[in-house]
C-alpha cells in the first residue's frame, strides 16, 4: 500500500494561530462573537473571506456559524479559491490525499476528483495548492463547526465562468455537499472608495449578477461561476457580514474588503 500524500498547512503561523490549543482558542472566541441564530436552513453555498484571521476571521465565522446544526448532515465540503501564487489557466485539483492543518487532517474527495479531473478546463496541478492561503484558511473553520467530512479544494486561475459552473454543478449534489467560494473584496483602496466599491460588489453578489470584475474581487473567476450557478437554481441569498480591514486591525489607507453571504437552496426555506 503506498503511502498517503499529504498537502502540509502553508500559512499556519501567519494568517491564523499554528498551535492547535491557540488555534482552537481563536475559532471558539470568533464563532462566539456571531448573530448566528440557534436554527435556521443550511445554506447551499458559502461566500467568505479569506485574510489572515485577525483581518477577515470574524466575518467568516458569521458564515460557519450558520453550518453548526448541520455538522452531521455535511460531508463533503467544494472549497474554490483564486490561485495567488501560481499562474494558472483553468481550474487545478490537488494531487494529494488529505490536506493538513494544526487540528488534524482532512480526506480529499477522489470520488469528487474522479467525477472532474477530464473535463475542460480542469487538470491536477499540486504546484497551486503548494502555497495557496484562499482554501487553507477555511479548512480550521470547517473542522471545527462540521463533524466528519471531506473536501474538495479547487485553485481557480483565470477561467471561463461557464467552464466554472459546469464543474460545480457537476459537484452539486445533495444535502450532503456544501459549496464555500473564497474572496476578499476590493484591494488597497482608502476606507472611504472601499466602502463604496464593495457596496456596489456585495449588492451585485445579492443580486446573483455573475459579472465581477477582478478589481471588485480577488475570487471574480470562481465567483461568476458560482452566481451562474445560484441563478439557474434560484438560489436566496443573505448577507451576514461586510466589513473592511480598517474595520478589524489595519489602518484606513489602504484596506481590503471582506463580506460573508449566505445562498440557500428553495426548498431549504422549509427546515
Excluded at 496541478?125 to 463547526?145: G, I, K, M, N, R
Excluded at 460545480?168 to 484591494?187: C, K
Excluded at 436566496?236 to 486591525?249: K, M, Q
Aim: proline share 7%; net charge negative.
Amino acid at each position: 500500500m503506498s503511502q498517503a500524500i499529504i498537502r502540509q498547512p502553508a500559512v499556519a503561523g501567519l494568517f491564523y494561530p499554528g498551535d492547535a490549543n491557540t488555534l482552537n482558542a481563536n475559532l471558539a472566541n470568533m464563532l462566539g462573537h456571531t448573530a448566528a441564530p440557534p436554527s435556521g436552513p443550511c445554506p447551499k453555498c458559502l461566500i467568505v473571506p479569506h485574510a489572515g484571521y485577525v483581518y477577515s476571521g470574524q466575518t467568516a465565522a458569521q458564515a460557519y456559524a450558520r453550518l453548526k446544526p448541520w455538522a452531521d448532515q455535511i460531508r463533503r465540503v467544494v472549497i474554490l479559491g483564486p490561485s495567488h501564487r501560481v499562474p494558472l489557466h483553468g481550474i487545478a485539483l490537488p494531487g494529494c490525499d488529505a490536506f493538513a492543518t494544526p487540528l488534524g487532517e482532512v480526506p480529499v474527495d477522489h470520488i469528487a476528483v474522479a467525477a472532474v479531473r477530464t473535463m475542460p478546463g480542469v487538470c491536477v496541478y499540486d504546484a497551486a495548492h503548494a502555497a495557496e492561503h484562499s482554501l487553507e484558511v477555511q479548512l480550521p473553520f470547517l473542522q471545527t463547526v462540521l463533524d466528519d467530512f471531506s473536501v474538495l479544494p479547487l485553485s481557480v486561475g483565470q477561467a471561463d465562468s461557464q467552464c466554472v459552473a459546469a464543474v460545480i454543478e457537476q459537484l452539486w449534489g445533495g444535502a450532503e455537499t456544501l459549496i464555500v467560494l473564497s474572496t476578499d473584496l476590493s484591494h488597497f483602496h482608502a476606507y472611504r472608495e472601499a466602502q463604496e466599491l464593495d457596496r456596489d460588489t456585495v449588492s451585485n453578489i445579492l443580486s446573483l449578477s455573475p459579472d465581477i470584475a477582478p478589481e471588485q474581487a480577488c475570487g471574480a473567476f470562481p465567483l461568476n461561476g458560482l452566481l451562474e450557478v445560484a441563478r439557474r437554481h434560484a438560489l436566496r441569498t443573505e448577507l451576514l457580514d461586510h466589513c473592511n480591514s480598517g474595520d478589524t486591525a489595519g489602518d484606513r489607507g489602504r484596506v481590503v474588503g471582506y463580506c460573508a453571504v449566505a445562498l440557500y437552496e428553495a426548498n431549504e426555506d422549509a427546515n
